[in-house]
Protein backbone atom coordinates (compact mmCIF):
# COMPACT_ATOMS: atom_id res chain seq x y z
CA UNK A 1 0.00 0.00 0.00
CA UNK A 2 1.38 3.37 -0.72
CA UNK A 3 0.03 6.80 0.51
CA UNK A 4 1.05 9.13 -1.50
CA UNK A 5 0.59 13.03 0.31
CA UNK A 6 -0.95 15.15 -2.62
CA UNK A 7 -2.21 18.26 -0.77
CA UNK A 8 -2.55 21.21 -3.01
CA UNK A 9 0.01 19.94 -5.74
CA UNK A 10 -2.77 18.76 -8.33
CA UNK A 11 -4.89 19.68 -11.14
CA UNK A 12 -8.06 20.71 -8.92
CA UNK A 13 -11.07 22.04 -11.48
CA UNK A 14 -13.48 22.74 -8.78
CA UNK A 15 -11.15 25.69 -6.86
CA UNK A 16 -7.91 26.35 -9.55
CA UNK A 17 -7.05 29.13 -7.50
CA UNK A 18 -5.33 26.28 -5.08
CA UNK A 19 -3.24 24.79 -6.91
CA UNK A 20 0.11 25.43 -6.57
CA UNK A 21 2.67 25.85 -9.15
CA UNK A 22 4.10 22.37 -9.53
CA UNK A 23 1.22 19.58 -9.37
CA UNK A 24 -0.11 16.72 -10.52
CA UNK A 25 -2.25 16.05 -13.19
CA UNK A 26 -5.04 14.20 -13.74
CA UNK A 27 -3.13 11.86 -16.37
CA UNK A 28 0.07 11.67 -14.31
CA UNK A 29 -2.55 10.31 -11.44
CA UNK A 30 -4.39 7.82 -14.11
CA UNK A 31 -0.89 6.40 -15.19
CA UNK A 32 0.59 5.93 -11.74
CA UNK A 33 -2.43 3.85 -10.15
CA UNK A 34 -2.28 1.82 -13.19
CA UNK A 35 1.00 0.87 -12.27
CA UNK A 36 1.09 0.24 -8.95
CA UNK A 37 -2.24 -1.97 -9.45
CA UNK A 38 -0.29 -4.06 -12.02
CA UNK A 39 2.31 -4.47 -9.49
CA UNK A 40 -0.28 -5.34 -6.64
CA UNK A 41 0.35 -1.88 -4.78
CA UNK A 42 -3.12 -0.25 -3.89
CA UNK A 43 -2.28 3.83 -3.93
CA UNK A 44 -3.87 6.08 -1.20
CA UNK A 45 -4.24 9.66 -1.73
CA UNK A 46 -3.85 12.20 1.55
CA UNK A 47 -4.69 15.43 2.03
CA UNK A 48 -3.47 16.94 5.14
CA UNK A 49 -6.32 18.39 7.05
CA UNK A 50 -7.04 21.04 9.63
CA UNK A 51 -3.43 21.49 10.33
CA UNK A 52 -0.29 21.53 8.52
CA UNK A 53 -1.31 24.41 6.65
CA UNK A 54 1.88 26.41 5.99
CA UNK A 55 5.67 25.33 6.14
CA UNK A 56 8.80 27.02 6.96
CA UNK A 57 8.24 30.51 5.59
CA UNK A 58 4.71 29.08 3.11
CA UNK A 59 1.67 29.82 3.90
CA UNK A 60 -0.43 27.64 1.49
CA UNK A 61 -3.15 28.11 -0.67
CA UNK A 62 -6.35 27.46 1.19
CA UNK A 63 -5.38 30.34 3.36
CA UNK A 64 -3.64 32.37 1.13
CA UNK A 65 -6.90 32.23 -0.85
CA UNK A 66 -8.94 32.35 1.68
CA UNK A 67 -7.56 34.59 4.87
CA UNK A 68 -10.93 34.37 6.94
CA UNK A 69 -10.60 30.70 7.33
CA UNK A 70 -7.88 30.42 9.09
CA UNK A 71 -7.57 29.71 12.83
CA UNK A 72 -5.94 32.76 14.22
CA UNK A 73 -2.96 31.76 16.49
CA UNK A 74 -3.08 33.06 20.55
CA UNK A 75 0.79 34.92 19.92
CA UNK A 76 0.06 36.24 16.83
CA UNK A 77 3.41 36.62 15.49
CA UNK A 78 4.44 39.26 12.71
CA UNK A 79 4.91 36.36 9.98
CA UNK A 80 1.79 34.18 10.11
CA UNK A 81 2.45 32.10 7.71
CA UNK A 82 5.80 30.70 9.68
CA UNK A 83 4.86 27.24 11.84
CA UNK A 84 1.57 25.23 11.22
CA UNK A 85 -1.02 26.78 10.90
CA UNK A 86 -4.79 25.12 10.63
CA UNK A 87 -7.98 26.50 9.01
CA UNK A 88 -11.09 27.05 11.48
CA UNK A 89 -13.05 23.31 11.28
CA UNK A 90 -15.89 25.46 12.61
CA UNK A 91 -16.10 27.91 9.77
CA UNK A 92 -19.13 27.50 7.79
CA UNK A 93 -17.81 27.58 4.59
CA UNK A 94 -14.34 25.60 4.95
CA UNK A 95 -15.71 21.61 4.60
CA UNK A 96 -17.76 22.71 1.41
CA UNK A 97 -14.23 23.57 -0.08
CA UNK A 98 -11.96 20.78 1.67
CA UNK A 99 -14.53 18.22 0.78
CA UNK A 100 -15.06 19.20 -3.16
CA UNK A 101 -11.08 18.71 -3.16
CA UNK A 102 -11.03 15.51 -1.36
CA UNK A 103 -14.08 14.35 -4.09
CA UNK A 104 -11.59 15.08 -7.16
CA UNK A 105 -8.70 13.40 -5.30
CA UNK A 106 -10.92 10.18 -4.73
CA UNK A 107 -12.22 10.13 -8.43
CA UNK A 108 -8.55 10.99 -9.64
CA UNK A 109 -6.89 7.84 -8.12
CA UNK A 110 -10.33 5.72 -8.39
CA UNK A 111 -10.09 5.50 -4.53
CA UNK A 112 -11.22 2.97 -2.01
CA UNK A 113 -9.61 4.98 0.89
CA UNK A 114 -8.52 8.78 1.62
CA UNK A 115 -6.02 9.43 4.05
CA UNK A 116 -6.83 13.27 6.02
CA UNK A 117 -3.73 13.13 7.56
CA UNK A 118 -4.16 15.40 11.10
CA UNK A 119 -1.07 15.41 12.67
CA UNK A 120 0.65 17.97 14.84
CA UNK A 121 -2.08 20.19 14.35
CA UNK A 122 -0.71 23.35 16.16
CA UNK A 123 -3.12 26.08 16.39
CA UNK A 124 -6.17 24.79 17.25
CA UNK A 125 -9.15 26.01 19.76
CA UNK A 126 -7.70 29.55 19.73
CA UNK A 127 -8.22 32.30 22.15
CA UNK A 128 -8.70 34.59 19.41
CA UNK A 129 -11.03 32.49 17.55
CA UNK A 130 -14.71 33.67 17.66
CA UNK A 131 -16.14 30.08 16.85
CA UNK A 132 -13.60 28.06 19.33
CA UNK A 133 -12.38 30.34 21.84
CA UNK A 134 -15.13 28.33 24.11
CA UNK A 135 -14.23 25.36 23.64
CA UNK A 136 -11.48 22.72 24.03
CA UNK A 137 -9.00 21.22 21.69
CA UNK A 138 -10.13 18.29 22.28
CA UNK A 139 -13.82 18.79 21.10
CA UNK A 140 -12.40 21.10 18.23
CA UNK A 141 -10.25 18.18 16.88
CA UNK A 142 -13.13 15.58 17.44
CA UNK A 143 -15.31 17.91 15.29
CA UNK A 144 -13.27 18.01 12.32
CA UNK A 145 -12.64 14.12 12.70
CA UNK A 146 -16.23 13.33 12.55
CA UNK A 147 -17.20 15.36 9.86
CA UNK A 148 -14.76 14.05 7.74
CA UNK A 149 -15.35 10.50 8.72
CA UNK A 150 -18.90 11.37 7.97
CA UNK A 151 -18.39 12.42 4.06
CA UNK A 152 -15.41 9.89 3.34
CA UNK A 153 -16.61 6.63 5.38
CA UNK A 154 -20.76 7.35 5.61
CA UNK A 155 -21.29 9.41 2.38
CA UNK A 156 -18.62 7.85 0.07
CA UNK A 157 -18.36 4.58 1.60
CA UNK A 158 -14.39 5.02 1.97
CA UNK A 159 -12.26 3.60 4.55
CA UNK A 160 -10.89 7.01 6.42
CA UNK A 161 -7.09 6.98 7.56
CA UNK A 162 -5.13 9.20 10.09
CA UNK A 163 -1.99 9.58 11.96
CA UNK A 164 -2.25 7.85 15.34
CA UNK A 165 0.90 7.23 17.83
CA UNK A 166 1.82 3.79 17.58
CA UNK A 167 2.64 3.75 21.37
CA UNK A 168 -0.97 3.85 22.03
CA UNK A 169 -0.64 0.41 20.20
CA UNK A 170 -3.50 -2.42 21.34
CA UNK A 171 -4.02 -5.59 20.24
CA UNK A 172 -6.82 -4.09 17.29
CA UNK A 173 -3.14 -2.51 15.41
CA UNK A 174 -3.11 -4.97 12.30
CA UNK A 175 0.55 -3.39 11.22
CA UNK A 176 2.22 -0.18 10.41
CA UNK A 177 2.83 2.27 7.95
CA UNK A 178 6.52 3.82 7.63
CA UNK A 179 6.61 7.62 6.12
CA UNK A 180 9.73 8.34 4.53
CA UNK A 181 9.59 12.55 4.42
CA UNK A 182 12.24 12.56 1.52
CA UNK A 183 12.23 15.78 -0.22
CA UNK A 184 14.22 15.37 -3.45
CA UNK A 185 12.04 14.07 -5.78
CA UNK A 186 12.35 10.09 -6.54
CA UNK A 187 14.85 10.16 -4.03
CA UNK A 188 13.00 7.36 -1.48
CA UNK A 189 12.43 5.06 -5.15
CA UNK A 190 16.00 5.60 -6.13
CA UNK A 191 17.12 4.98 -2.28
CA UNK A 192 14.95 1.52 -2.37
CA UNK A 193 16.27 0.57 -6.01
CA UNK A 194 20.13 0.77 -4.69
CA UNK A 195 20.79 3.89 -6.17
CA UNK A 196 24.06 5.82 -4.53
CA UNK A 197 24.53 9.11 -6.49
CA UNK A 198 24.66 11.60 -3.57
CA UNK A 199 23.06 14.29 -5.75
CA UNK A 200 19.93 12.14 -6.16
CA UNK A 201 19.62 10.17 -3.38
CA UNK A 202 20.01 11.84 0.45
CA UNK A 203 21.54 10.03 3.66
CA UNK A 204 17.45 10.35 4.86
CA UNK A 205 16.37 8.50 1.91
CA UNK A 206 19.12 5.85 2.36
CA UNK A 207 17.83 5.45 5.89
CA UNK A 208 14.04 5.36 5.16
CA UNK A 209 14.46 2.42 2.39
CA UNK A 210 16.48 0.55 4.79
CA UNK A 211 13.66 0.54 7.28
CA UNK A 212 11.28 0.03 4.25
CA UNK A 213 13.17 -3.21 3.81
CA UNK A 214 13.69 -4.14 7.59
CA UNK A 215 10.03 -3.85 7.72
CA UNK A 216 9.12 -6.04 4.52
CA UNK A 217 11.39 -8.86 5.89
CA UNK A 218 10.40 -8.84 9.49
CA UNK A 219 6.29 -8.05 9.37
CA UNK A 220 4.85 -7.59 12.87
CA UNK A 221 3.36 -10.23 14.50
Known amino acids: MIVLEVGYNFQFRSHPELVQTEFVTRDGVRDLV???RAHGARVIPQFNCLGHQSWRHTLYPLLTEYRELEEPPDDAPDQRWTGGRSWCPLHPQVNEIVFALMDELIEAFDAD???VGMDEVLVIAGRKCPR????TPAEVFARAVNDYHRHLVEEKKLTMLMW?????????ILGHLSTTWVLEPGGFARALLGEQDSLLVSPRARDAAAACRAALAEPLR
Do not use: L
Request: aromatic content about 6%; proline content about 0%.
Open 34 to 36: QVC
Open 113 to 115: AFH
Open 132 to 135: CRDR
Open 164 to 172: GARRDATER
